[in-house]
């Protein structure tokens, strides 16, 4: 298995520009979450899906942000427009059952810079 | 709110030292605790977990116990090598139902080890 897929790693852009990240969680599994990491937040979730349905995004800063997973295989988030506060690492993490002790198996992670 | 209080880094060891990273939870019931491990340039992984109290998890020698009378998980390793190096993170799900979906997490300890 190749694990939690992300894309890309790396992301430079102009403040106002549209960003779109990208990720491939692993087969069978049937939840999907964002984080992101930032030096002074830490971890924060910022949503998750339940069989490709949105269950909770009160975690999404705010309308600029959106996610989407339009199948078991794919999911974005977008940044539109993009502020240099979006600036941190965007963690897609994947995970099977509801258990609370089931693992989450995490991508590599998107580094955004917004000028 | 749940939540993770962990030990502030950064930490630097000598090879061959012993390592302790203190972390304290705050939860309603009985959570599940993590300890996640994240390598430069690299997602998180999980390293061990321990689901209910006095259970021990333990992997790549670092060993955690699940105090439930201290509200502690702190990490330990007898003999740590500098491939050790790297950010821990604990970490905490409620066992079911929405709480068991959100991967609560300390600031994070960041570890050197040098020759």
């Known amino acids: 298995d190749a694990g939690v897929i992300q894309s890309p790693r790396h992301e430079v852009t102009e403040m106002g520009q549209e960003v779109t990240l990208r990720c491939k969680p692993i087969s069978g599994h049937d939840y999907l979450f964002w984080y992101r990491q930032t030096m002074m937040r830490g971890l924060e979730l910022l949503i998750y899906f339940n069989n490709n349905v949105p269950i909770d995004d009160s975690g999404m800063p705010e309308d600029r942000f959106s996610a989407k997973m339009p199948n078991a295989s794919f999911s974005t988030l977008k940044i539109q427009p993009s502020e240099p506060r979006d600036s941190a690492v965007y963690f897609c993490?994947?995970?099977?059952?509801?258990?609370?002790?089931?693992?989450?198996?995490f991508g590599a992670g998107s580094r955004l810079t917004v000028l | 709110g749940n939540s993770v209080t962990q030990m502030e880094g950064p930490v630097t060891l000598s090879e061959e030292a012993f390592l302790t990273i203190n972390c304290t939870y705050t939860a309603t019931g009985y959570p599940s605790l993590f300890w996640y491990v994240q390598y430069p340039g690299e997602g998180l992984q999980l390293l061990l977990k321990?689901?209910?109290?006095?259970d021990k998890g333990s992997n790549k020698g670092f060993e955690a116990t699940y105090r439930k009378e201290t509200t502690s998980f702190h990490l330990e390793k007898g003999s740590v090598q500098v491939s050790d190096s790297a950010v821990y993170f604990c970490a905490l799900t409620q066992r079911a139902g929405q709480g068991a979906q959100k991967l609560v997490f300390g600031q994070g300890t960041r570890l050197t080890i040098n020759p």
């Open positions: 321990a689901t209910k109290a006095d």
């Open positions: 993490a994947s995970r099977q059952g509801a258990a609370g002790a089931n693992v989450l198996t």
